[in-house]
């Protein structure tokens, strides 16, 4: 049987043939539609479709992510109250190489 939109009918009673009509036509369209998409696609097509989309996955996280902090050595700074002048120098420099190492460019 047919799958058909109107079925069934707003506020009626469920009725257990009409709903297992509709079950069966949607079923036979599913089948229809899956039949011919495995028909037009094969291995090598998803092969491709998944190498581009693990480029565009690689390309997305160099150029959108943080560059790699392993570059900037531990900070062993004990600060003294109050701090000195090159105390607060040396956490800016710091700071600053944190800053700069984790842009790309």
């Known amino acids: 049987m047919a799958f058909d939109l109107d079925l069934p009918a707003d506020n009626s009673l469920i009725v257990a043939l009409e709903l297992r009509n509709q079950f069966q036509g949607l079923n036979e369209i599913v089948q229809e539609v899956s039949g011919s998409v495995s028909a037009k696609v094969d291995q090598a097509q998803l092969d491709n479709v998944a190498a581009d989309l693990q480029a565009q996955l690689g390309s997305a ?3 959108d992510t943080a560059g790699t902090f392993s570059s900037v050595a531990d900070f062993d700074l004990t600060v ?5 002048q090159a105390e607060v120098q040396a956490i800016a420099d710091r700071l600053h190489e944190v800053i700069n190492a984790g842009k790309r460019v």
Request: net charge negative; charged share 10%.
């Open 61 to 63: 996280i160099t150029n």
């Open 80 to 84: 003294s109250d109050p701090p000195t």
